[in-house]
């Protein structure tokens, strides 16, 4: 069975500050790995990940992924109030009958404080 | 422009009602997926459906059936309402060859 778990469940930081968000995954099949900030309800995409090593970079987000050591890191700089939000982590199945399905992880809360 | 829509966004009824969630895309997408979500827990695939005529159920075990009858409409729907199916649900959906989804704003679900 498919896991995603991801840490810390909840973080607090004060603007400015930057925060790393973790997910470990376990996949038979891994296809890729996504990243969705959520806010009040529609998960919205960040990134996606298929290759290890390579960052993938939008202003002030970055996400890297290792693909030998099962995780992902997303990192967010100079944090706003906007940022506030649950950042989930999914991963994607490349077999069979699970093709193309996501398994998400828990999500972590940041609130961000001005 | 397109976009995913669901509604309603809240749903208060009492037990044993029907009740049927719409959702709908305007992007052309094949694949279509409903989600169930309740606080600080993880997304659960309920159901999902590679195309018109196609609907499988997902990894969590739910009494709730689907339909897609036409591409861009994936409803729903709960015979009996139960309080154990309070709930957040979410629609997305995605390209063939995709698993990049787009997600609708929700339905919560509260029942009495």
């Known amino acids: 069975e498919d896991k995603v778990v991801q840490s810390p469940l909840s973080l607090v930081v004060h603007e400015g500050d930057t925060v790393t968000l973790n997910c470990s995954y376990e996949v038979t099949n891994f296809r890729s790995l996504l990243w969705y900030k959520q806010e009040k309800k529609a998960p919205t995409f960040l990134f996606m990940l298929?290759?290890?090593?390579i960052e993938k970079k939008s202003g002030r987000l970055s996400s890297i992924l290792d693909k030998k050591e099962l995780f992902s890191i997303l990192n967010i700089t100079a944090t706003q109030t906007g940022d506030s939000a649950i950042y989930l982590c999914?991963?994607?199945?490349?077999?069979?009958?699970?093709?193309?399905?996501?398994?998400f992880g828990q999500g972590t809360i940041l609130t961000v404080h001005p | 422009e397109a976009d995913i829509y669901q509604t309603p966004r809240y749903l208060v009824i009492g037990t044993g009602k029907k009740i049927t969630l719409e959702c709908s895309q305007t992007m052309g997408h094949d694949k279509m997926y409903w989600y169930q979500q309740d606080p600080g827990m993880e997304l659960h695939l309920i159901h999902y459906?590679?195309?018109?005529?196609?609907?499988e159920k997902g990894d969590l075990s739910s009494e709730s059936t689907v339909s897609r009858i036409r591409t861009e409409h994936f409803p729903l729907t709960l015979e009996s309402a139960r309080p154990s199916h309070t709930s957040q649900y979410l629609c997305?959906?995605?390209?063939?060859?995709?698993?990049?989804?787009?997600f609708g704003s929700g339905t919560q679900l509260s029942v009495l």
């Open positions: 999914a991963v994607a199945n490349a077999g069979g009958t699970s093709y193309g399905k996501l398994t």
């Open positions: 459906s590679y195309g018109v005529n196609s609907t």
């Open positions: 298929t290759s290890s090593g």
């Open positions: 997305a959906s995605s390209e063939s060859y995709d698993e990049k989804l787009f």
